[in-house]
Each structure stands twice: as C-alpha cells, then as structure tokens.
C-alpha cells in the first residue's frame, strides 16, 4: 500500500486550455484539505512507507538467517556423512566455504567459477521470489486512507505486509552450492559425481526440517556441532 502512495499523484493537471483555472484551483485545495487532515491523525505517508522499507529489511535478514541457518547445518551433516570427518575437520570445512562466499559478490562469477573448476552446474538451484503485486483490496485500503487517515492499525498491517514480502524475496542457493562445490574441490579433490551426490544430500536434509531449531539441534545430535556461530559472521 506505501508503494501504491507514492505512485499516486498529488494533483493531476489537464492541459490548461481545457480546464478553468478555478477547477483547478478547487482541486488542488481538496487535496490540500485532505493531506492537512491526514496530517491531524498524527501518521504521515512517510511514516508509512518508513514503516515498510524497514519491515522489507527485517523480513529479508530474518529470512536469510533462516535459510543460512539450514544450509550450514545440513552442509555440517552431509560432509559428516560423506567423509566421516572429525568435529574439527567439519568446522574447517564449513570455515573454508562462509570464506569463499565472502570472497565473491557476484552470483554469476561464483556460479561459473564453480562450473568452471567442478563441473557442476548448479545455476537451477534458486528459490525465486515472489513478486508483489497490488491487489483490488490494496487500492480500496489506500483510497479509505486517503479520505479518513492512517490509522495505527494501518500501520501495523504496512508492517506485516513489508515483513513478509522481505520474507518472500529471492534466496541465491546457487550461490551457497558453489561455495560447496569450490570448497570439495579446493579441500579434498572431489570430483563432479561427489560434489553433485553431496549437494543432493544437503537439499534431502534440508527439506527433513521444518524449524530453525529442530535443524540446528539434528546438527549437533549428529556432528557435535553448534554451527549457529558460523551464522552469525
């Protein structure tokens, strides 16, 4: 609905030479009476939009957090799985990959990199996200809050709405597989049948798992490990 403010015009003027410029002025003065009365309820359009920009930020953290959460424990358990490594050599090995994420910031370099050096291709792997679009109950919202103000409750329902479409915005697994594939590659000298059997077991694992607890404490059932901290950089 903040998105749906901003496009909408203060005022809209017609070619000068078919509107009277009394109409004109009778217009813009209803619009200035309306913002005016807007401005007594004590909740601007700004504040609304503030209000969403920041619920869109928190709703994409916590969703990243999540989803980051996930991957690193079901990463932990896999390459358990795989390679029966030791506590220490797992936490090396997740390490190495939150290093060779950091080290790239384009999704397409590290992609390629990876198909590059590994083989594997794992540009398929993305969650897409969502678009947002404005619904019929979404203008008629913005059109009563034009004529009555914004309430709180208007306020609390912008911040829900921005939360989860921050929650719903794209999550680049691509990225995070590449990661994998350059790490087994760079540590152990896995070849593309290893890589690729690996990756299809952290996906298995991750979908096991519902909450970001429950993953977390299969992670440390079955590693030893509390990866939380790696979350966390």
Not at 68 to 87: G, K, P, R
Request: glycine fraction near 6%; aromatic fraction near 6%.
């Amino acid at each position: 609905m903040a998105q749906e403010m901003n496009r909408s015009p203060v005022s809209h003027f017609l070619d000068p030479q078919s509107m009277r410029a009394g109409s004109i002025i009778r217009k813009v003065e209803k619009q200035q009476a309306a913002y005016a009365s807007l401005a007594q309820q004590g909740i601007t359009w700004q504040e609304l939009k503030k209000v969403y920009d920041e619920s869109v930020e928190q709703g994409k953290r916590d969703m990243i957090d999540f989803r980051m959460t996930f991957f690193y424990a079901s990463t932990a358990i896999a390459v358990h799985e795989a390679l029966s490594l030791s506590d220490d050599e797992i936490m090396r090995f997740l390490e190495r990959l939150a290093s060779v994420l950091g080290e790239e910031h384009s999704l397409q370099t590290i992609v390629g990199k990876a198909k590059e050096k590994t083989g594997v291709d794992v540009s398929n792997a993305d969650t897409l996200s969502k678009p947002i679009t404005k619904t019929r109950a979404d203008r008629k919202a913005a059109e009563r809050m034009r004529r009555t103000g914004i309430s709180p409750a208007d306020l609390e329902e912008e911040r829900q709405i921005g939360y989860q479409h921050g929650w719903n915005t794209a999550f680049y697994t691509s990225a995070c597989y590449a990661a994998t594939a350059l790490t087994m590659k760079s540590l152990y000298n896995s070849n593309e049948v290893q890589i690729e059997r690996l990756l299809d077991r952290v996906g298995e694992i991750t979908d096991e798992e519902i909450s970001r607890a429950d993953i977390l404490e299969r992670c440390s059932r079955e590693t030893g490990l509390d990866v939380s901290g790696i979350i966390q950089r």
